[in-house]
């Protein structure tokens, strides 16, 4: 066995250094976004264990994702450094209560409650404290418990901890408390225990507490600890730590409180801010170098820190950006939401241009629902583009079912015949109401259901006399035309969902009042408001090189204009009025043959009733056809990204003979002009147009 070669410490900077060198015992390492935490504590894992202060194998590292586990399992592995045990606390607890439950339980048989048995009960004991157990009831009653357990919250306490935590839970504190208790209760039955993943931490925990014999053998195999993310550790997560830590004190923690924006899941940074007077020798760094972004990057991220309040203020990093200038941060208005998606989309076809790869640029937002404009724009200026953590706007299930009310609407003769109206009514019974309703999951169901009714509302706008019929036409037309996600694309992410990521370009969108901050968030105010700061410097701290904040100021183009910018800029950015991008032409309301109305979405894409003649030259379309299935080709993309069958045959009806002709047909936008205008005006030209 070779002996590994040893560090190269003057890779690091002098506070890397300071956290690596410094000795075994507590160490606390405040690490600002992109100065290098990974690094640094995988080479004091590695330093250590080369110098003979710490044998690997009684080394446990943890991390809160499986991601983030595997790269410092991998970065030891580069430093010649194997044997250390890197994994997520629930990964660590479930190795060791299989270990040690027959000491503690003896033959009693237990099992991890999979996610739909898990559901189901959880459904079960709803209904049975009385509370309306629908789907998105049932939801919010699992993350109420899940919260509870997390921050070590009893079923008598927790109604009670609700008002002191400011929660929102989908019933009476009292009811969702007996749903709790019911829970736990039925999760044991003489066939065995059940156990979800907050059970395995405080069985762990509870083992190692009560049976000497357990801690005993557990401490002898695990005399170092290390622990990433600090600032999310929850009360349980926590209590773990401390079990199997006991009375020593050798743990090695990295964290930013400016970071912390998973409260609403119990994460809570006091132990982070508290290390040095729990552990009085104490070791704390500072890394405040950053190598992510550029330094008009992290001097608008500390601009933007810099007016946080409360305790966790006083804390706060100052990041030093290390990377050569670059160009500094823009900041647009737009006159509304689908004019600032498309204008996005324009800026990231620029980036393409320029070199940077769609796959190291991300659009960010606050909300799910906020991803529909952006996909329809992306996809309408042939990006690729993928949704992280979650699905398209058109493939989640609530939209789905919802599209599937409209269509039974449409199959009645006894409805009025406003869309408008009608859809309002049909997604009333799957949770859409005049009011956002208090539960997390019902809230996100009902800000997708919105969105949806506010897409119907624009295709009513912009189409007068369409019938429902013809707006599931449509919407069912905007579905197919979705590009399927694909890793090599843009990414589109809630803030929440960017977490631990970067990307060279970040357009961060909807930066508005009652978005970010969230409504909630003002309404409740205090730390609430100040965890919606933290997630916007996230989201500003994912960047490398180029940033934009945006903020639309209404809905649609129609709307008021009566959104505010968020108050996070203020005093950062001066007034800015509405940037003004050139928009589409609106579809067809008459046919261009026989001159009569159309009613259809697709008559109205296609300029013409279908039994009217649009005299199409056959060779032509042949031409257009094989020229879009090349250039499909090359882009390694799906033809109708290029452009739609109907596009094609309306151009090749109309024969276009300039940039404005082009513009005005249906399907072909600004975007598309830059990408194909001077070719296809080419294929018509040579086909004596």
């Known amino acids: 066995m070779t002996t590994p070669q040893a560090l190269d410490l003057s890779l690091l900077d002098e506070d890397q250094r300071q956290a690596v060198l410094a000795p075994r015992g507590p160490v606390c390492i405040l690490a600002g976004a992109g100065t290098g935490k990974t690094r640094t504590i995988t080479y004091r894992m590695a330093y250590l264990a080369q110098q ?9 590292a943890v991390s809160f994702t499986t991601r983030a586990a595997g790269e410092m399992s991998d970065r030891l592995k580069r430093l010649g450094v194997g044997g250390i045990q890197a994994r997520t606390f629930h990964s660590a607890a479930m190795r060791q209560l299989q270990y040690f439950w027959p000491q503690v339980v003896g033959d009693l048989p237990w099992k991890i409650l999979p996610p739909r048995e898990r559901y189901q009960l959880i459904g079960r004991v709803t209904r049975m404290a009385t509370i309306e157990p629908s789907k998105d009831n049932v939801r919010d009653v699992s993350a109420e418990i899940d919260w509870a357990k997390a921050t070590l919250i009893t079923p008598e306490g927790y109604p009670e901890a609700v008002q002191r935590f400011s929660r929102k839970p989908p019933a009476k504190p009292e009811l969702v408390a007996k749903a709790y208790a019911k829970y736990e209760e039925l999760k044991a039955s003489p066939e065995g225990m059940a156990l979800d993943f907050s059970d395995l931490l405080a069985h762990v925990a509870g083992a190692i507490e009560t049976s000497p014999g357990v801690a005993e053998q557990f401490r002898q195999q695990y005399r170092t600890f290390v622990v990433d993310e600090y600032q999310d ?11 199997w830590l006991g009375p020593r004190q050798d743990l090695t923690v990295v964290g930013d409180a400016n970071q912390t924006i998973y409260s609403f899941a119990g994460a809570t940074p006091d132990n982070l801010l508290n290390f040095s007077r729990t552990y009085k020798d104490a070791v704390v760094v500072k890394l405040q170098r950053d190598y992510r972004s550029t330094p008009q990057i992290t001097d608008l991220a500390n601009e933007v820190i810099s007016k946080a309040t409360g305790r966790m203020a006083g804390t706060r990093l100052e990041l030093e950006g290390m990377r050569p200038n670059g160009p500094r941060p823009k900041f647009k208005a737009y006159e509304s939401e689908p004019q600032e998606a498309a204008e996005v989309a324009a800026q990231i076809l620029k980036l393409i241009r320029r070199g940077v790869p769609e796959s190291e640029i991300a659009v960010l937002y606050r909300i799910n629902s906020q991803s529909l404009a952006l996909e329809e724009a992306l996809a309408d200026a042939g990006i690729s583009y993928q949704v992280r953590g979650g699905e398209g706007f058109f493939d989640r299930a609530e939209i789905r079912l919802a599209i599937g009310e409209l269509v039974k609407a449409s199959r009645r003769t006894d409805l009025p015949d406003d869309p408008v109206q009608v859809t309002r009514a049909a997604l009333a019974g799957i949770g859409y109401s005049s009011q956002e309703p208090e539960g997390a999951q019902a809230r996100e169901r009902w800000q997708l259901l919105d969105a949806l009714v ?5 295709q009513v706008a912009t189409m007068p006399g369409i019938t429902l019929t013809g707006v599931i036409e449509d919407l069912q037309q905007r579905r197919a035309n979705k590009q399927p996600p694909t890793v090599n694309g843009v990414t589109l992410a809630t803030i929440h969902a960017a977490k631990g990521l970067e990307w060279d370009a970040v357009f961060l969108v909807g930066v508005t009042e009652n978005l970010l901050p969230f409504r909630h968030a003002i309404k409740a105010g205090g730390e609430q408001l100040e965890e919606e700061r933290r997630l916007f410097y996230v989201g500003i701290t ?10 639309p100021l209404a809905k649609n183009p129609d709307s008021p204009a009566n959104r505010k910018r968020s108050r996070f800029l203020d005093g950062i950015v001066p007034s800015l009025q509405a940037s003004s991008g ?7 309301k008459a046919c261009r043959v026989c001159r009569q109305p159309l009613s259809l979405a697709a008559e109205k894409a296609l300029g013409r009733h279908e039994d009217c003649d649009g005299g199409m030259e056959e060779g032509l379309f042949r031409a257009l056809r094989s020229w879009r299935a090349q250039r499909a080709k090359e882009m390694g993309c799906p033809a109708y990204i290029v452009f739609s069958d109907i596009t094609l045959t309306n151009i090749a009806e109309s024969k276009p003979r300039d940039n404005a002709d082009l513009l005005s047909i249906p399907g072909v936008g600004p975007m598309k002009i830059n990408n194909f205008g001077a070719e296809i005006l080419q294929i018509v030209s040579s086909h004596g147009a």
Request: zero cysteines.
């Open 52 to 60: 003979g202060m710490i044998n690997p194998t009684n080394v446990l």
């Open 233 to 243: 550790v929850t009360p349980l997560q926590q209590r773990v730590l401390e079990a």
């Open 454 to 458: 506010g897409l119907v509302e624009q």
């Open 542 to 551: 994912r960047a490398r090189e180029h940033l934009q904040i945006s903020w």
């Open 582 to 588: 050139k928009s589409r032409t609106s579809r067809a």
